[in-house]
């Protein structure tokens, strides 16, 4: 079964920069489009960012587009997030998922001065 | 993007009940939506994905039915493990959009 385990969260003040990774396991990672979701304390899960199997295209909302790169490297299969500029409300914990069969357990990324 | 809609917000049961959690998509999702219970600490578990398909492990008291636009989960005589927060999420098309939540509580 497949296992994803997020991490490089933490605090960090705004307009700074966090990279976060996701290690892939049990399942052939490059196969599969990868996403980030988040959610924020207390609230609901929001979609951040999608890549393809090859890492070609990348998908972001608006809420976070310019500012968040997100990327892969299929042989350490591993997915990365890179957050620029972060704002208060990028607040959240953030999940590495395979939509819909595999969520990772979140790493908590908190904006605050 | 897919709006969904889910609904109630909060629901409270005692173990041995049933329950039903709906969920409506703002456009035809055809049969692609899913189902996860979501606990603290712990990775999402899905539960149901294509509208109805149990995925692996999840117990047969849970169903899920609706096709379109309108979706129902049912979890059948409740355990205590079953208590906590469902998200449903359309996975027809990119991006995917999930519910609000349902927050299951024991009475």
């Known amino acids: 079964e497949g296992q994803l385990v997020e991490s490089g969260g933490g605090l960090v003040e705004p307009g700074r920069s966090l990279k976060l990774s996701c290690a892939a396991s049990?399942?052939?990672?490059?196969?599969?489009?990868m996403d980030w979701v988040r959610q924020a304390p207390k609230k609901g899960l929001e979609w951040v960012a999608s890549?393809?199997?090859?890492?070609?295209?990348?998908y972001y909302p608006d809420s976070v587009k310019g500012r968040f790169t997100i990327s892969r490297d299929n042989a350490k299969s591993t997915l990365y997030l890179q957050m620029n500029s972060l704002r208060s409300e990028d607040t959240a914990t953030y999940y590495c998922a395979v939509i819909p069969d595999y969520w990772g357990q979140g790493v908590m990324v908190t904006v605050s001065s | 993007d897919v709006q969904m809609t889910q609904s109630p917000s909060n629901l409270a049961a005692s173990p041995g009940e049933s329950v039903s959690i709906n969920c409506k998509a703002s456009?035809?999702?055809?049969?692609?939506l899913a189902w996860y219970q979501q606990k603290p600490g712990k990775a999402n578990k899905l539960l149901i994905y294509s509208g109805s398909t149990l995925q692996s492990g999840t117990p047969s008291r849970f169903s899920g039915s609706g096709s379109g636009t309108d979706f129902t989960l049912t979890i059948r005589n409740l355990e205590p493990e079953d208590f906590g927060l469902y998200y449903c999420q359309q996975h027809n098309e990119y991006p995917p959009t999930f519910g609000s939540g349902t927050k299951l509580e024991i009475k």
């Open positions: 890549i393809s199997t090859g890492g070609g295209n990348t």
């Open positions: 456009k035809s999702i055809s049969k692609y």
């Open positions: 049990g399942f052939t990672f490059s196969n599969y489009v």
